[in-house]
């Protein structure tokens, strides 16, 4: 099976622009899970959808914002840029109702 | 709220030594799951092993074991004759289900840094 699939790897932005980043599941697996990753605050939980729905938000402000297709695949978007936003931003699978999550290798934004 | 902690930053091993990362968790859920999750430079995050709080035998996987002390919110991880190749940040995480029945959200711990040395 192939694993969690992330794209693009690397980006880089400035600031006020927006992105789309791209996530495709473990094959069957119908939760995906967005995280983001910075040297100062760690791993931080943004949005958690399944089966087209979103069912746990995080603590990030209306800027960031996902959605889930009817194959699972998710993408995540950013409006407005801002230089903290410059993380590695990982994406999650696993089964319904399973504890395990499976990692992407993420996609590392960079905005100038 | 639940948290995790893991209070060494950054460890350091000889090659085929054994080492031992510490966290620690604070939760009022009764039913859980642990994990530690390693990170190498390629960023790719790989489960390392997993424990079920309402299980008391500590989980082993390979070179890796863990001591689970559920009542002194405890999971450490031992890594056995380390290898080059365990150079790495560990996370330790933690999950429980939601009223939904669902696990949905990995909290975890702000990592430990681990170089092997030859």
């Known amino acids: 099976k192939a694993g969690v699939t992330q794209t693009p790897r690397y980006l880089i932005k400035t600031r006020g622009q927006q992105v789309t980043l791209s996530c495709s599941p473990i094959?069957?697996?119908?939760?995906v899970s967005w995280y983001q990753q910075t040297p100062g605050q760690g791993l931080q939980f943004l949005f958690e959808?399944?089966?087209?729905?979103?069912?746990n938000k995080g603590n990030f402000p209306g800027r960031f914002s996902g959605r889930q297709f009817s194959n699972s695949r998710s993408e995540m978007n950013v409006s407005t840029l801002e230089l903290g936003d410059s993380a590695l931003y990982l994406c999650?699978?696993?089964?319904?109702?399973?504890?395990?999550?499976?990692f992407g290798a993420g996609t590392r934004l960079s905005v100038l | 709220a639940q948290t995790v902690t893991q209070s060494q930053p950054e460890m350091s091993v000889q090659e085929a030594e054994t080492v031992t990362l510490s966290c620690t968790y604070d939760?009022?859920?009764?039913?859980?799951?642990l994990f530690w999750y390693k990170q190498p430079p390629s960023r790719q995050m790989i489960l390392v092993i997993r424990?079920?709080?309402?299980?008391?035998q500590n989980a082993t996987e390979n070179r890796f074991s863990v001591n689970f002390q559920k009542a002194a919110k405890s999971f450490s991880l031992k890594i056995s004759d380390s290898q080059l190749g365990d150079t790495a940040m560990y996370f330790c995480?933690?999950?429980?289900?939601?009223?939904?029945?669902?696990?949905?959200?990995?909290?975890f711990g702000k990592g430990t840094l681990l170089t092997v040395n030859p």
């Open positions: 959808y399944f089966s087209e729905t979103q069912r």
């Open positions: 939760t009022s859920e009764s039913n859980y799951y």
């Open positions: 995480a933690f999950i429980y289900p939601n009223s939904g029945g669902s696990n949905y959200k990995l909290t």
């Open positions: 094959s069957g697996h119908r939760s």
């Open positions: 424990q079920e709080a309402y299980k008391q």
């Open positions: 999650a699978s696993s089964p319904q109702g399973a504890d395990i999550q499976y």
